[in-house]
């Protein structure tokens, strides 16, 4: 009785924290992925995640790449999470990348990234770093990493009374089915997991539409392995997630190459 109480009780605090996700380049759940947004071109996103009878806060985040070198990436991003008290639910992030093929075809991308780093204890303080590896393959992207949550030990608890803080992705990108339609550039398909017993423990399925190259939706099922946790706070252990992205392009015209005689 007393640990049943106990979940319940982290539950209640989580639903207050809405046991929100930032959102620097993920996936569909988690940031396996060593994708990093390019120099100047602003990304914007709004993440749903809905439940039967509860929801995760929406997700209004802005992310920037800030290196010019095309060798050595990063990117910066801003959340706010609504509905909610708006400096409980700030969350920033950033990461770090060396990119696939910098030094030889043979050579995958390597990622070292902070997500969810917020600004009210125990509410919004996951402080969630990951390292990420990932390569393209005739097949698709495949990524492997892990993760530790340097945070709140109060929300990096799971149903179960223990601190679980760590664990390890995987995700999966297929190539682009190129349709070039009217309304539809192309389409694709992902996955991803991580494992651990806490808010963040878990994954999801789901396909990508691009009417544009500069804009997407993404959509699908997620799930937790805290079955226990989930159900107190969402009320379901899985939630549909939609997700807009746009990009905007700020980098200046390439003057045009001098004619040749």
């Known amino acids: 009785m007393k640990k ?17 996700r930032a959102t620097p380049s993920t996936v569909l759940w988690t940031p396996a992925t060593t994708y990093t ?18 929801f995760i806060p929406n997700d209004y985040g802005i992310t920037l790449g800030v290196s010019p070198s095309g060798r050595f990436q990063a990117e910066v991003g801003l959340d706010a999470f609504q509905p909610g008290k708006l400096g409980d639910l700030l969350q920033v992030n950033g990461k770090l990348t060396l990119a696939e093929g910098a030094f030889g075809s043979w050579q995958p991308g390597v990622s070292l990234g902070l997500m969810n780093v917020g600004f009210k204890k125990d509410v919004s303080d996951y402080d969630l770093w990951h390292l990420d590896v990932g390569k393209t393959l005739p097949f698709g992207t495949v990524a492997v990493g892990g993760y530790y949550g340097a945070g709140s030990k109060l929300l990096w608890t799971g149903s179960d ?3 679980n803080r760590g664990g390890f992705m995987v995700s999966y990108t297929s190539p682009d089915l190129v349709l070039d339609l009217t309304g539809l550039q192309k389409i694709n398909a992902f996955g991803d997991l991580a494992t651990g017993q806490s808010w963040f423990g878990g994954g999801g399925l789901g396909i990508g539409l691009y009417p544009t190259s500069s804009v997407d ?3 699908g099922p997620v799930w937790f392995l805290d079955s226990k946790l989930a159900k107190a706070v969402y009320g379901a252990d899985m939630v549909w997630t939609v997700q807009l992205d746009i990009d905007f392009d700020l980098r200046p015209p390439r003057p045009p190459e001098p004619a040749r005689s």
């Open 217 to 219: 939706v993404l959509t």
């Open 161 to 163: 009374g223990k601190v």
């Open 37 to 54: 947004q390019p120099y100047l071109v602003p990304h914007l996103t709004y993440d749903s995640y809905v439940a039967e009878k509860s």
């Open 4 to 20: 049943l109480l106990e979940a319940v009780g982290l539950a209640a605090v989580l639903l207050g924290a809405g046991a929100a």
